[in-house]
């Protein structure tokens, strides 16, 4: 039985989210904010996980699935539109996009 | 059994330190896939072995197969030459050793949980489904039309729109 104490585990889980957010922040090429975006849902559903395991309910895992059909949109439109930018300017950089004209 | 677990913690921190600090984008997406599993072995210690078969299905199968294919093929991050690099131990030798501890560390704790009577304390699928398909419902059918506007927003704008250039200005 697992008895590592709820606060531990969801400090490992802001841990996560918090790297994901500082690799948001820093980085500038695209994949990399879509993976960190990845990395802070991954962490969210963690929280939810843990919770779910704290009270033993099922409604945590259900909030997972969610997350994860929720997760699967947001990829595919932003893989799209990451495609799309790199036809039209040839780069991925976030900063040289950040004009709404051509 | 907390050993496993702060194991496995160790492994998808470092992994995702990896992830984000890393240079060539295809590298980074595995470290990410790395991540992804020890958060998986995470789940599956939190008695919730449902979720760990979803995450590594779902978030490691195909979400993650999905951003390697874009990387791919956009192109970023691979040089020529790059295969020498590739044979060069040091490359490969951090994530490996990563997948190596974290295997490990899932085989004897999956020994032990069998031995173990937090087994049934596991919350299992038949409770999350039927969870899901009651007080749900509702939101498993908004999740249902999130999923078609996301399909159809990725065809409209992942469809290559066709550039009309005046006729004198095509180059011959």
């Known amino acids: ?71 699967a949109v947001e990829v595919a439109i932003g893989l799209a539109l990451l495609l799309q930018v790199y036809h039209h300017f040839k780069t991925l950089d976030a900063d040289s996009v950040n004009k709404l004209k051509d | 059994m907390n050993i496993f677990y702060y194991i496995a913690a160790a492994v998808a921190m470092i992994s995702t330190i990896m992830a984000i600090s890393g240079r060539n984008a295809i590298h980074s997406l595995l470290y990410l896939i790395l991540s992804l599993l020890a958060v998986s072995v995470i789940f599956y210690l939190l008695n919730a072995p449902f979720i760990a078969a979803l995450e590594v299905i779902i978030y490691a199968g195909a979400i993650m197969v999905l951003f390697i294919f874009v990387t791919m093929m956009l192109n970023i991050g691979i040089e020529r030459k790059m295969e020498k690099k590739w044979l060069n131990p040091r490359m490969w030798i951090v994530p490996s050793i990563l997948a190596a501890i974290l ?70």
């Open chain 1, 1 to 71: 039985m697992l008895t590592v104490p709820i606060e531990t585990q969801i400090l490992i889980a802001g841990i996560l989210f918090l790297l994901g957010l500082i690799g948001l922040l820093v980085r500038r090429n695209m994949i990399y904010m879509l993976m960190s975006i990845e990395i802070m849902f991954n962490s969210a559903g963690m929280v939810f996980i843990i919770a779910g395991t704290h009270w033993k309910q099922p409604d945590g895992q259900v909030m997972f699935i969610f997350i994860l059909a929720v997760t």
């Open chain 2, 103 to 172: 295997l490990i560390d899932f085989i004897i704790a999956l020994k032990n949980v069998k031995a173990s009577p937090s087994t049934d304390q596991a919350i299992l699928p038949k409770q999350v489904g039927i969870s899901l398909f009651s007080t749900y419902l509702l939101a498993v059918e908004i999740a249902g039309i999130l999923l078609m506007a996301g399909v159809i927003g990725a065809y409209h704008l992942g469809s290559q729109k066709k550039k009309v250039t005046h006729r004198y200005l095509v180059k011959k």
